[in-house]
């Protein structure tokens, strides 16, 4: 059966606050990314942390992953991957405080000529799901179009080359449709070669603006993307992982009005995963 | 209640969702007229001496079938004949059938003015008088259609309004709610289609990276869609092209490079959903005909006329916008009047698969822009929509559609506009006399006929080309009429018809109040 969570910075700045909501809504848990205006990055290793930890407890909230903003930077200099892997040690440790049984990394920023940087790739996501896996903890890449990995097919291929059980995939559909270097449908064909990788599922979904034709996000189920088929297809092979609602539409955002006035509020964000909620178990029940 | 003998409607037992609406709709209204028990059945033989209505879908199971009147019963074509007893309705199609549900209603007294409840006047009558009754009816335009937003408040009271007054089509015009509309229209009939912006607004013949992505948006996005809805129009954004300037598409217009474009996508399209229509989009600066790129077999056309006059038909001689032959630099938009592109178009395009979008019952056209000051409320122009009709039918176009947002409860609470049943009325037929409907409209909605004068079947809103002198014509009007009104007012004792004709007098002065704005900036307004 699935889980739903939700990206924590969609909800609230304001773990408590967070939390309240999460449970009022019927979420099954959250995913930790931003919290007190801080990406978790920085809060692992403080005092923080350990407050972190409390709340969390004292709320019954279950982290289903860590969701810091790992292997982001560019994969050419070797002290900013240095860096990289230091973070990585200091969110190991608070994903082992939050009993978080993953954690989420990107395939670093995207340069020209994939297959020149693919080995440095492999080695790097493979050291790293090497650490992760002796802690117990399933490293999962979030594909982005930014990074090396945007697509389900190239995401899938460099999993499977590197070959780590404790390597998967954070799949996120939207992603996928920005990248525009290797275009991809994302729900049936990214999924497709996917699937046997993903440990966990971002829902977002995005649209073409009206008057301009671009992306912009939109309310999940209301997009691009077939939710409706993907959802349906994750229930039926019995996925058992968590899928988190990570939207930044807000509901106030309108074609007559420019999407960019919308600024975020704390009540938009929580009408959104609201509605977007409703949406979701609206797909798996029918 | 008691004591009425009950009334039977008979149905196949085993049919198909849109037949077993129009009896359970037939139903439904008339145990609200009579006041007395209504049946559905299946089984005739069973039923004794009570009255009982056939509905027939096909023509092949009903005990009536009318097969000299077979070719009549074609395109929602519907048949009523009355007994003593009874009544026989029949249809070549369950569409039709439902069509016939409705002629009938209307023929004991029931109108359908606007969507919801506030629109609709059902009679309560004594017993059912049906002897008489023989009428045959089908409609003139093939495809009638309105398209609304997934987000208006009013979507399923204009699904439900739609096939009231004879429409068969419903677009979403953006992609929101497009999921739910198959499960809200079910029973109704309509085809439903989805016609919305998608692409950008620069084409770039080169750009095999751009156009290969797009291809795949495409793609994907039409194999999510639900399979009811059969047509889908995909277009530019809603803003001015952008010509592209690379060394290869320098040599072709705008609509020429919009139009491969166009081609290349409907290839995609149809590799998805083999049969679909793929449209070339005439709108805004993609109005002309591309003098040089061909559309492809299968590409069709869609016309939406956006930079129109609506004070004038589009073939009236004297408008300064719908009907100038020549490029006029004055017409910053577009650059062409509205009728020489319709026909330039329909030298190249096939009229009976193009499809014609207009505006004349869009709320949200008049109520922006230059007409800002209307504040969304809908001009009285039957007239014009009566010519505009006939037109595109001459021109053998059988597939005309107006936007209807925001004609919800919000807009009905302040404006009275006929023109919302006078669109499916002159699609279904474009000679009807609109006088007698404005009649017709004011007896049964405001209980007094005599009111039709207060409504004008043109008036003006745009004000583009309007001189002083017209606009004191109308304010001379509007100020003799919104006397009538008030004086009709204050003589009215019923409560309903005095409520709906004071806000007719209130719309009435606010329209005053606008024209004489309009007037005091006349001529300053850029054509």
Known sequence: MLKISS???CISQDLSAAASFAKESGLDGLDIDVVWGQPVVRIAGTEDAKSLQKVLKKEGITTFCLAPTLFENWLDSEESVRDEFQNLEKCLDLAELLNSPLMRCYSFRRSEIFEAYLPRLQEHLGAAAEICGKRGITLGIQNDARTFLGTGERTAKVISSIGNPHLRSIWDPCAALYDMENPEIPYPDGYRFLQPYIAHVMLRDVDRHKFRGSLCEVEFGEGLIDYRKQI???????????????THWHPGMDWDTSLDEANFTEQGGQEAIRICLANLTNMMNN | MIGKPEIKIWIRSNTDEVEKFAGMELQRYLFQILDQPVDLVSFPNNISNSPIIYLSGDGQNAPAVFSRHKENLLSDGYLLHGTQNGAFLQAQTPRGLLYAVYGILKYLGARWFF???????????????????????????????????????????????????????????????????????????????????FFPTIFCSQDEYNLHWEETLVKGYLQSLPDEIESIHIRPADAQGKRCTCAVDSQYSLTDQVMRFTNRMAKVARQVRPEMEYPYVAYQSTWGPPPQVKPDPGVILSLAPIHRCFNHAVTDPDCPINSPYQYNELFDRSGYGVRPIFEEHMKEFDPTTTFVVDYWVDASYFGRGRQKLWDRRIPNIGGILQRDIQFYHSLGISSIWTFVVFVDDTYLEKFTSPLIFQYGNLLW???????????????????????????????????????????????????????????????????????????????????????????????????
Not at chain 1, 235 to 241: A, R, V
Not at chain 2, 486 to 506: G, H, M, P, V, W
């Open chain 1, 232 to 246: 349906k297809k994750l229930q039926s092979e019995g996925f058992n992982d968590a899928v988190s609602l990570a």
């Open chain 2, 115 to 197: 969507p919801g409840p506030e629109g609709e006047v059902i009679p309560h009558l004594k017993g059912l008088e049906l002897a008489g009754l023989d009428l045959i009816d089908r409609p003139v335009i093939q495809q009638r259609g309105v398209l609304i937003r997934g987000t208006d408040r009013y979507l399923k009271e204009w699904i439900d309004f739609a096939p009231k007054i004879g429409l068969n089509a419903f677009a979403l015009e953006t992609h929101h709610g497009i999921h739910d509309l198959p499960n809200l229209a079910r029973g109704r009939g309509l085809h439903l289609r989805l016609r919305r912006h």
């Open chain 1, 7 to 9: 990206l924590v910075s």
């Open chain 2, 429 to 527: 037929n474009p000679d009807i006399d609109l006088r007698a409907g404005i009649r017709d409209f004011c007896q049964q909605y405001l209980g007094d006929e005599s009111l039709a004068e207060v409504f004008p079947l043109e008036e003006p809103s745009d004000p583009r080309d309007i001189t002083p002198e017209v606009w004191d014509k109308h304010i001379a009007r509007i100020s003799k009429t919104l006397s009538i009104t008030r004086e009709k007012a204050t003589r009215e004792k019923n409560d309903l018809f005095r409520k709906r004709i004071l806000r007719l007098a209130k719309e009435q002065e606010f329209s005053l109040g606008v024209m004489q704005m309009y007037k005091k900036e006349a001529g300053t307004t850029k054509l």
